[in-house]
């Protein structure tokens, strides 16, 4: 895998000789074919997720993949008959994922062009080479933590929070407010290790820099007298995120410096962007130190400028790319009052 090849983060099928042999509309009965389950299983114990694009009857799908144990596997299937590339991108953003992490698998070579021209981010396989996905280089994660294995059962349950949420008569802070959340943040120990360098690879569009880390220059980090490693973690009613933050904090004699921070996408909606950020500038302030930071931007991660625009940093300037902003310790925000937040 090249430097600019990136984890798949969800594989999308087609159904129709490609999930199963046969064709459901034509054929008197359709049989799974060999090997595709346990394709899913595999790619679903790594963490990586998988959905559906079928030109398909919606309900007779359903039925059938409920049937062949495969729909518990699927996050928000796309069956209808519309382009297979326009069901693609609303799975990717249905997951809130970038096109570049998703595997498109079909049979046929004209619905596979079609992805392959309108969305050519997209890994496009032959269902054929489907047994094989697992062999890729882009689907192996270099480490496979507690967090991918639920990762599934994670966005599952937060598509009930969204369901809920829409049923929801009251205002949106008021929902939050019922969800019972609670933010815990502490030093990242040896064991979050695993965790912390999968946040980094795998998070875009709230990452600060878009700095990766491997496994090894984070334990440095957290080892270091001059560095701070911060990992966060959200719960609430409807079981936990898991670990979704990450901060790197270098302390230097007159400023502290936030080399990294970013927060899973999955937790964009709940209102938790700046707690980190917060309990940063809390710190800091508690030092006696400006709190600065260092901002890359790209194409995707504009949220987390907002954030720190929002929470009282102020532009220096910048160089090579890299901006640098900072917080002067005063008006020190507050944590949200729709959440517990409990800091080791």
């Not at 382009?83 to 609303?90: E, G, N």
């Not at 909606?269 to 930071?293: E, Y």
């Not at 890359?296 to 102020?314: E, S």
Request: hydrophobic letters at 40%.
């Amino acid at each position: 895998m090249t430097d600019d090849e990136k984890t798949i983060k969800c594989v999308v099928w087609d159904l129709d000789e490609t999930v199963w042999d046969g064709i459901l509309l034509e054929d008197a009965e359709v049989k799974l074919r060999p090997g595709v389950l346990e394709v899913m299983r595999t790619l679903d114990e790594r963490g990586i997720l998988n959905s559906v694009a079928s030109r398909n009857e919606h309900d007779l799908a359903m039925r059938k993949l409920t049937e062949f144990g495969v729909a518990e596997y699927l996050l928000h299937p796309q069956i209808n008959w519309g382009p297979k590339s326009t069901s693609v991108r609303t799975v990717a953003e249905a997951i809130n994922i970038g096109l570049d992490t998703v595997a498109f698998v079909d049979d046929q070579p004209f619905e596979r062009d079609e992805v392959a021209h309108l969305l050519p981010e997209v890994l496009c396989i032959d269902s054929l080479d489907a047994e094989r996905i697992p062999d890729l280089a882009r689907t192996q994660p270099r480490f496979v933590t507690d967090n991918a294995r639920r990762r599934r059962v994670m966005y599952q349950a937060d598509a009930r929070r969204t369901e809920a949420e829409q049923r929801y008569e009251g205002t949106s802070a008021d929902f939050l407010a019922s969800l019972d959340m609670r933010f815990s943040i502490a030093p990242a120990a040896e064991v979050d290790l695993q965790r912390a360098e999968e946040l980094t690879v795998r998070t875009n569009q709230l990452n600060a820099t878009g700095y990766t880390y491997s496994y090894e220059e984070l334990d440095a980090f957290r080892r270091s007298p001059d560095h701070d490693l911060y990992i966060a973690a959200l719960d609430d009613r409807y079981g936990t995120y898991g670990q979704i933050g990450l901060a790197l904090v270098e302390r230097g004699t007159d400023a502290w410096t936030i080399k990294l921070l970013l927060m899973s996408c999955r937790v964009m909606s709940r209102g938790v962007g700046s707690v980190l950020l917060n309990h940063l500038i809390r710190t800091a302030a508690a030092a006696g130190v400006p709190l600065r930071a260092e901002f890359v931007p790209t194409d995707r991660n504009r949220t987390m400028y907002v954030t720190y625009k929002f929470a009282g940093f102020r532009d220096l300037g910048g160089t090579g790319g890299v901006q640098l902003l900072e917080h002067d310790g005063s008006d020190v925000p507050e944590f949200p009052p729709y959440m517990t937040v409990t800091v080791a």
